[in-house]
């Protein structure tokens, strides 16, 4: 070796002191779409400073936390739809539940497996079911709730801690937090969290006649307060302490949600599996409390609010920081966005400003977070619903009759909000009957929205005449068996 090739091999080794291969994140082997029905984010310890959601807040610290993440409506077919294609109504063909899912359209599992996962879903929900198509792709769909224990998932663990080269999806929905909220969470709850129900401690027996009173009435409560109060002649004071204890109900019901979801985590974290895991945690849509301004409590899918349009998305993902992610996002982002972090070639969507794109670029910060708008509606009254709902008379009188045109449609602009208050930014358009029975359209603006109030409004019109178009060239596609419709709607209590 010549004395100048010596000392250029020495240079080299001191350059190369201290440095190291750059590291390389691991492609996620097993992918957890856990997806819970009517979750309200303002009793998230990610979103609220609460305390009885302990294992969300530990998750949250690991995960990239979307603060304005949007839903497509309040009901959960046209929202699971969403979650599952990337699309809109215009696209799924989902308007009210049940309704099966386009089968034309690519859903998560079908794009999964079509990349070499093994797919399995558990999917509790009866209006996001099977049956109804949400299991297309799977290689076992189970139509019960997931839990940490269930021997099916624990054997899939085992079989990607065991086999390296083993890669799998599980989709998981469940019904634990909808309405009417369970009653048997409350013991469990209010032993973990004595702080939450003092309510409950300072006079049992009331607040045992109050949850009564909900429990045998929650579907009236939902869909007619007005009657219900001047029929039982409540007064103020009974009205909120009706809403304060229905709430404590509903907290009982997230703690539960939380417990389960953490189970889950442990049980990855058992098998070694949590560096190799991508975990998204979000809901088809959220939850109306008692507000006096709100045409409908305790429920969701028949008025734009923003309690049961914004959606908890929290996503831990190899490679991809934790932090806050401020801007608008929507559930049709979330399959796009899923498949490219798990190295899986996303759906092409139709370019339409509503249908889903990746945002995993701009969770790793390689790219600028996209200024998006979310577009959301009202579901469509399915004939049943109006057949059978004839007693709720403020129910009715919003919603007499299966009309496109009563649909209400709304735009939230991507602007950050610094507040965090989701009173501006938003453009409204609202469908009611006037005295005549004839539809009247008007536009509701919330608050001072930073964005040209005529183009915005313009936008909104032209995304609901695409749904009403779509919906009335396909109104006379197959449905499901009126009988069968029925009893899923009582189910859930959608109708009486």
Same mark, same amino acid.
């Given at each position: 070796?010549t004395?100048r ?12 002191v201290g440095c ?6 691991p492609?996620p082997?097993l ?6 029905c009517t979750v309200?984010?303002?009793f998230l310890?990610p ?5 009885f959601?302990?294992r969300?807040e530990?998750?949250?610290a ?5 603060e ?7 009901q959960s ?8 294609t ?6 799924h063909?989902?308007?009210h539940?049940p309704t ?6 690519a859903?998560v599992?079908e794009?999964?497996?079509r990349a070499?996962f093994y797919?399995?879903?558990?999917l509790a929900?009866?209006m996001?079911?099977?049956e109804?198509?949400?299991g297309r ?5 189970h139509?019960l709730?997931l839990t ?5 998932f624990v ?12 890669k799998a999806l599980v989709?998981a929905?469940?019904t634990?937090t909808?309405?009417?909220y369970r009653v048997e969470s409350?013991?469990?709850f209010c032993?973990?969290?004595?702080e939450e ?5 300072e006079d049992?027996?009331?607040f ?8 045998n009435h929650?579907a009236e409560?939902?869909?007619?307060f007005?009657?219900?109060?001047a029929?039982y002649?409540?007064?103020k004071?009974?009205?909120?302490y ?13 703690a539960?949600l939380d417990?389960h979801?953490?189970s ?7 098998h070694?599996l ?6 998204a945690f979000?809901?088809?849509?959220g939850?109306?409390?008692?507000r006096e301004?709100l ?5 969701h ?5 923003h ?11 190899p490679?991809v920081?934790?932090?806050?992610y401020r801007v ?5 982002d979330?399959?796009?966005?899923l498949a490219s972090l798990?190295g899986?070639k996303?759906?092409v ?7 889903g794109v990746?945002?995993a670029a701009a969770?790793?910060?390689?790219a600028? =977070?996209p200024?998006? !708008?979310? &577009?959301?509606h009202?579901? %469509?009254t399915?004939r049943?619903?109006? @057949?059978?709902?004839a007693s709720?008379?403020?129910f009715r009188?919003?919603f007499?009759r299966?009309d496109?045109e009563?649909m209400?449609a709304?735009l939230?602009?991507a602007?950050?909000v ?7 930014s938003?453009?409204?358009l609202?469908g009611?009957l006037d005295?005549?029975g ?16 005529d183009?915005a ?5 032209e995304y609901r005449?695409?749904?009403i ?6 109104s006379d596609? =197959?449905?499901?068996d !009126?009988e &069968?419709?029925?009893?899923? %709607?009582r189910r859930?209590g959608y109708? @009486?």
């Amino acid at each position: 070796m010549t004395l100048r090739s010596r000392r250029l091999a020495i240079a080299l080794l001191f350059a190369c002191v201290g440095c190291s291969t750059p590291s390389v994140e691991p492609t996620p082997r097993l992918v957890l779409l856990y997806l819970p029905c009517t979750v309200n984010v303002e009793f998230l310890a990610p979103y609220e400073d609460v305390t009885f959601t302990p294992r969300l807040e530990e998750f949250a610290a690991q995960s990239v936390v979307f603060e304005r993440h949007m839903t497509e409506s309040g009901q959960s077919g046209p929202s699971y739809a969403s979650i599952f294609t990337g699309r809109h109504a215009d696209g799924h063909g989902v308007f009210h539940h049940p309704t099966p899912i386009d089968s034309e359209i690519a859903i998560v599992g079908e794009v999964f497996r079509r990349a070499g996962f093994y797919v399995e879903a558990w999917l509790a929900h009866v209006m996001a079911s099977g049956e109804l198509g949400y299991g297309r792709g799977a290689n076992e769909v189970h139509h019960l709730a997931l839990t940490h224990g269930t021997p099916e998932f624990v054997h899939l663990l085992r079989r990607l801690r065991d086999e390296p080269r083993a890669k799998a999806l599980v989709v998981a929905n469940h019904t634990l937090t909808h309405s009417p909220y369970r009653v048997e969470s409350l013991g469990p709850f209010c032993a973990r969290h004595s702080e939450e129900c003092s309510l409950r401690a300072e006079d049992p027996q009331r607040f045992d006649a109050a949850a009564g009173f909900y429990l045998n009435h929650h579907a009236e409560l939902s869909h007619d307060f007005p009657d219900v109060v001047a029929r039982y002649e409540l007064s103020k004071e009974q009205i909120d302490y009706l809403a304060q204890v229905i709430e404590v109900l509903y907290r009982a019901n997230i703690a539960r949600l939380d417990h389960h979801f953490g189970s889950l985590l442990d049980a990855i974290e058992a098998h070694g599996l949590t560096s190799v895991s991508l975990v998204a945690f979000t809901a088809d849509h959220g939850e109306a409390m008692y507000r006096e301004e709100l045409l409908f409590p305790w429920t969701h899918g028949h008025q734009l609010a923003h309690e049961v349009l914004q959606v908890p998305l929290l996503i831990r993902a190899p490679g991809v920081a934790p932090r806050r992610y401020r801007v608008v996002t929507r559930s049709t982002d979330l399959l796009p966005t899923l498949a490219s972090l798990a190295g899986v070639k996303p759906p092409v969507l139709p370019s339409d400003p509503w249908n889903g794109v990746d945002l995993a670029a701009a969770m790793r910060n390689e790219a600028p =977070e996209p200024a998006l !708008e979310a &577009y959301s509606h009202t579901a %469509l009254t399915a004939r049943v619903v109006v @057949e059978e709902s004839a007693s709720w008379g403020r129910f009715r009188s919003w919603f007499p009759r299966e009309d496109p045109e009563l649909m209400w449609a709304q735009l939230r602009s991507a602007r950050p909000v610094a507040d965090a208050s989701f009173d501006n930014s938003v453009v409204q358009l609202r469908g009611h009957l006037d005295e005549a029975g004839s539809v009247s359209i008007v536009p509701a603006f919330v608050g001072s929205p930073p964005l040209d109030r005529d183009a915005a409004l313009e936008r909104v019109r032209e995304y609901r005449r695409r749904l009403i178009e779509v919906w009335r060239d396909g109104s006379d596609a =197959e449905q499901l068996d !009126e009988e &069968y419709q029925k009893e899923l %709607l009582r189910r859930l209590g959608y109708i @009486e």
